[in-house]
T-cell receptor, first 112, second 115 residues
């Protein structure tokens, strides 16, 4: 089976712009979670989608949003980018909730 | 609230040494899950193990072994006869029942195995 894929792998944006990141889960996996990884804060949970519904949300401002499509593919959007949003954004998929998550390679976002 | 603590920020060993990575967790939930992930320099998190709170049996997989002790809220990871390829950042994580999509990670332990 193909693993979790994320596009794009690298992205450079300017402060104030918005960005959309995409994640394709492992075939058959219905749960998709997003995480932000920074050197200072480590790995932090953003949100989880299961069957097109947001089931859980981390402690991030409303500028961070996401959605999941009927084929389980997911996107996350960050509006009005700030310098502090520079991070590695990781997507993970799981066959069901409470199971192990399999991570994609991440999208490295740099905000200048 | 839940929390995971990995007190060891960095560990350096010489090849073939055994090394133990510590993980202490906090949760009031009775049903929860513990995980270990490996993040090599390439950046992709690799799943190693999942344990549920009702299964305290230790597990061994090749050179890897895990010791789960509910009495001390610990889930330690031992690599026997370490190899250079084991060099990576290792993360311990926790999720609670019915919030399975939310992993709470420790800060990670960077393991360096020198030849």
């Amino acid at each position: 089976k193909a693993g979790v894929t994320q596009t794009p792998r690298y992205l450079i944006k300017t402060r104030g712009q918005q960005v959309t990141l995409s994640c394709s889960p492992i075939s058959g996996h219905r749960s998709v979670s997003w995480y932000q990884q920074t050197p200072g804060q480590g790995l932090q949970f953003l949100f989880e989608y299961f069957s097109e519904t947001q089931r859980n949300k981390g402690n991030f401002p409303g500028r961070f949003s996401g959605r999941q499509f009927s084929n389980s593919r997911s996107e996350m959007n960050v509006s009005t980018l700030e310098l502090g949003d520079s991070a590695l954004y990781l997507c993970a998929s799981s066959p069901l909730r409470d199971y192990e998550q399999y991570f994609g390679p991440g999208t490295r976002l740099t905000v200048t | 609230a839940q929390k995971v603590t990995q007190a060891q920020t960095e560990i350096s060993v010489v090849e073939k040494e055994d090394v133990t990575l510590d993980c202490v967790y906090e949760t009031r939930d009775t049903t929860y899950y513990l995980f270990w992930y490996k993040q090599p320099p390439s950046g992709e998190l690799v799943f190693l193990i999942r344990r549920n709170s009702f299964d305290e049996q230790n597990e061994i997989s090749g050179r890897y072994s895990w010791n789960f002790q509910k009495s001390t809220s610990s889930f330690n990871f031992t690599i026997t006869a370490s190899q250079v390829v084991d060099s990576a950042v290792y993360f311990c994580a926790l999720s609670v029942y019915n919030q399975g999509g939310k992993l709470i990670f420790g800060q990670g332990t960077e393991l360096s195995v020198k030849p």
